[in-house]
T-cell receptor, first 112, second 116 residues
Framework: GNSVTQMEGPVTLSEEAFLTINCTYTATGYPSLFWYVQYPGEGLQLLLKATKADDKGSNKGFEATYRKETTSFHLEKGSVQVSDSAVYFCALIRSNDYKLSFGAGTTVTVRA | EAGVAQSPRYKIIEKRQSVAFWCNPISGHATLYWYQQILGQGPKLLIQFQNNGVVDDSQLPKDRFSAERLKGVDSTLKIQPAKLEDSAVYLC??????????????FGSGTRLTVV
């Protein structure tokens, strides 16, 4: 079946630290890959996306590269801020039915 | 552009009561989704509409959950009767067209349901 597996949290970091959240997927065909973010008390927001192999999505200092050979889409940010504290979800849209499936989410807390 | 609107934001009910949630998608978005997000888990798709027709409701517990999108615009999700395990955030999302779904969905802020 199709699924998304992401690094378990919670993750606690100091400001300006490097953040990596691992995400791997299993899917037939060529899914589109996404990272969504959910800030405290807010709804899900699209953070970045990549629609084909070797694409790099980027936004707000975050990056993720679609690696078909390792079926991964790891999220990275070089220097986190307190405002990056949120829950991050890796997700994919299957190319055969266009349904969005989510990983379990990773809670990130950044301390000043 | 206006986002996906949902109401109410919060709802507390007793088990065995009924509850309804409302969603108004982005204007022109043909596809509408309802997701259930239980605390500590990723959102799970309950039902997908294309205009006013159901595309997929395979994960919807049909003995107690129902949803409609009569005019192909706004939608309601109902639970009757509610159980304790229905406590979750119910998210509505919309997209322009399934074939353009790789642009990502737009989510509403959700309705947080607590069943006591």
């Amino acid at each position: 079946g199709n699924s998304v597996t992401q690094m378990e949290g919670p993750v606690t970091l100091s400001e300006e630290a490097f953040l990596t959240i691992n995400c791997t997927y299993t899917a037939t065909g060529y899914p589109s890959l996404f990272w969504y973010v959910q800030y405290p008390g807010e709804g899900l927001q699209l953070l970045l996306k990549a629609t084909k192999a070797d694409d790099k999505g980027s936004n707000k200092g975050f990056e993720a590269t679609y690696r078909k050979e390792t079926t991964s889409f790891h999220l990275e940010k070089g220097s986190v801020q307190v405002s990056d504290s949120a829950v991050y979800f890796c997700a994919l849209i299957r190319s055969n039915d266009y349904k969005l499936s989510f990983g379990a989410g990773t809670t990130v807390t950044v301390r000043a | 552009e206006a986002g996906v609107a949902q109401s109410p934001r919060y709802k507390i009910i007793e088990k065995r009561q009924s509850v309804a949630f409302w969603c108004n998608p982005i204007s022109g978005h043909a596809t509408l989704y309802w997701y259930q997000q239980i605390l500590g888990q990723g959102p799970k798709l309950l039902i997908q509409f294309q205009n006013n027709g159901v595309v997929d409701d395979s994960q919807l517990p049909k003995d107690r959950f129902s949803a409609e999108r009569l005019k192909g615009v706004d939608s309601t999700l109902k639970i009757q009767p509610a159980k304790l395990e229905d406590s979750a955030v119910y998210l509505c999302a919309s997209s322009l067209d399934p074939l353009k779904a790789n642009y990502g969905y737009t989510f509403g802020s959700g309705t947080r349901l607590t069943v006591v």
